[in-house]
Structures are given as structure tokens and as C-alpha cells.
């Protein structure tokens, strides 16, 4: 199919009213990280940051926190275009992505024919352990999940291909989190289905209708407080910092921006979504430092075209191709070498 071809189908097939209504979903959903109570918080978080630890006026911490410089730099005005052509895209991709309620369902009917019965614990608990359980069980699992997919993401020269998109922004804002290439919003899509459909097999088929989660506006109860206390803060230009000892426990905005950082002192750390225990267990915390500066995007090697629509989208699969027929001829050479 011809580039042009290709242009018309998806102009023709795409239900542009479904398009317009998942962008405003993104900015209305308490359950997306863009909501608009986020964001305000936010910007309140900032402004409190900026003018009662940082001595700026109002007017200085305004004009901060909205500087022209960030929000309508080369690098934003890229995540602006990738956000809206990834919503596009996802109009396409969702339906063929498995969903969390049949992996429930199979896991669910698997247990039955594995175990031949189905035993209810806790049935005499009060309802609010089973939901204590669940809850906390999701969250620590969901966390995990989030920062080893993530650490697989830098440290699997394949993956890394597609996830460095996300680290060719310069400036942040967040809108940046939607700076990600379509293969790895599928697999973070089918990280999430595994962990949601997995956990709600477990907990249905061993405690009952008994198994939920606290929730506030229809959100897991730690990912509404991890949304409330400035999420948004971790993609962008405020470097909020906790007490270090803080910082060995949750991942502070300042930290995620370190992760960003083009230092080389910088890369391959801070993993951790909300938890920083991940890394200390993995050896790849680092606490931030008072005043410290940083910049942010690709390493000098990596730059070319990081602003570049067609190279974010395309250049992967033809650098993919060279690693695989690199790789292979390595192997080749390797086995030659084993035969002599």
C-alpha cells in the first residue's frame, strides 16, 4: 500500500467524532493523569513550591510556571502533535489489544478446572480487610509492574529503540507522558491489562464478591492521592524535591526529572512511578540535590531528528532492522568460529 494510499484509508476510516471525544477524555476523566483537577492542583503545588521555598513574587512564580520558553518550545510543540496522532492511532490499535476482562475470565475458569473446587477465604472477615487487601495488593503490584517494564524498557537495547522517543523531549511539561511511541503504549497497555485482569481472578475466585477497591471519583484510592499531590509536577520544568529520606521511600517530581536528565551520571535511574523502594532494591536510586541544574533529552550520539515526527515514528523499526541483522550476524560469525 502507497504512502498516499495508506494517508486516504485512515482519513476515510477514521470516526473523527470518537477522536475528538478521546482527547477530551484525556483532559475530563478523573482516571487519566491530564485531568483538569490534576493539572489545577498542580499548578496550586507549583505556585506554593515556587513562592514560599523558592522566595519568588506571585508574578515571578506565575510567569515560571507558564514560562513561553517550555510550553511552547520545538520539543512541547512535538508532544502536542505525538499526543494527538497516538489518540489517533490507538483508534485503530485498542480493539486488537486483549482486554483485562478476558484475561479475568480465562484465569478465573482455569483455577475452577485446576483446582476442581473453589474455597472462599475470609468469608467471615469483615468486607473492609478483603478491600484493604485488594487494594493494597493492586497498588504494590501495579507499582512494581510499572517501574521493572519500565527498567526493561532502557535496558533492552530493542526496547529502547522506541522508548528513547519519550526521553527526545527537552522541555517538560504534561503533556510530555503522552511522549511515547505506539509499541510501547501496547506493551504498557497489556501491562496494565495482565496486572488488572490477574489480580481480579485471584481476589473474585478466593475471597468473593466481597473482593473491590477503595476508590475516590472511580480511581484506585493511591493512584488518586499519587494524581492529587502533583504527578503532573513529574514532567515538567518545577524541580520539587522531598527530604532525602523521603526520596528512599516515593519518587519525588525532581527525581523523575533526574531520570530525564542528560547527565551520564543520571542515566538509568529513578524507574519508580510512585515508590522508590524498587530502586534501592535495584540499585538505581538517587536522591536529589538542592539546586542542582538539569537538562534534559537524548545523549549527544542519539539527537538526530529526536523533534522529527516521521523519524520518531519510523526511525525505530529501521534501527530495529540494523540491530536484529547485526545480531545475527554475530551469531553467524560465533558459529563459524565454533566449527574451526
Do not use: C
Not at 178 to 205: D, K
Not at 232 to 238: E, G, K, T
Amino acid at each position: 500500500m502507497s504512502y498516499e494510499n495508506i494517508v486516504r484509508y485512515f482519513i476515510i476510516e477514521t470516526n473523527w467524532l470518537e477522536l475528538y471525544q478521546q482527547v477530551i477524555v484525556a483532559f475530563t476523566d478523573p482516571k487519566k493523569r491530564v485531568f483538569w483537577g490534576y493539572l489545577l492542583l498542580s499548578v496550586f503545588v507549583a505556585f506554593v513550591w515556587l513562592r514560599w521555598f523558592k522566595r519568588k513574587d506571585s508574578k515571578q512564580a506565575f510567569f515560571t510556571i507558564f514560562s513561553r520558553k517550555v510550553w511552547w518550545s520545538q520539543s512541547a510543540k512535538a508532544d502536542y502533535a505525538i499526543f494527538l496522532i497516538n489518540k489517533l492511532s490507538f483508534l485503530f490499535i485498542a480493539p486488537l489489544i486483549i482486554t483485562q476482562l478476558a484475561v479475568a475470565t480465562w484465569l478465573f475458569e482455569y483455577l475452577h478446572e485446576l483446582l476442581g473446587y473453589r474455597i472462599i477465604i475470609g468469608d467471615e472477615w469483615p468486607k473492609w480487610i478483603i478491600v484493604t487487601l485488594f487494594t493494597l495488593t493492586y497498588f504494590l503490584l501495579d507499582d512494581f509492574s510499572r517501574f521493572y517494564v519500565h527498567k526493561l524498557l532502557h535496558e533492552v537495547p530493542a526496547l529502547w529503540l522506541f522508548h528513547k522517543t519519550h526521553h527526545s523531549a527537552r522541555t517538560l511539561t504534561p503533556i510530555t507522558v503522552f511522549r511515547t511511541h505506539p509499541v510501547e503504549g501496547i506493551i504498557f497497555a497489556l501491562r496494565s491489562v495482565l496486572v488488572q485482569g490477574i489480580l481480579i481472578a485471584l481476589f473474585v475466585f478466593f475471597f468473593g464478591p466481597k473482593a473491590d477497591l477503595y476508590t475516590v471519583l472511580g480511581v484506585g484510592l493511591f493512584a488518586f492521592l499519587f494524581n492529587t499531590l502533583g504527578a503532573n509536577l513529574r514532567h515538567s520544568h518545577i524541580g520539587i524535591g522531598y527530604p532525602d529520606w523521603l526520596e528512599r521511600f516515593l519518587i519525588s517530581p525532581v527525581q523523575h526529572q533526574i531520570h530525564h536528565s542528560t547527565d551520564p551520571r543520571h542515566f538509568d535511574k529513578n524507574y519508580g512511578v510512585i515508590l522508590a523502594i524498587w530502586d534501592r532494591l535495584f540499585n538505581s536510586l538517587v536522591v536529589s540535590t538542592r539546586g542542582q541544574l538539569l537538562a534534559f533529552g537524548l545523549s549527544r550520539e542519539e539527537k538526530k531528528g529526536e523533534q522529527n515526527l516521521l523519524f520518531i515514528y519510523f526511525a525505530p523499526f529501521k534501527e530495529l532492522s540494523s540491530l536484529l541483522k547485526a545480531k545475527k550476524s554475530a551469531n553467524k560469525s560465533k558459529g563459524e568460529k565454533l566449527k574451526i
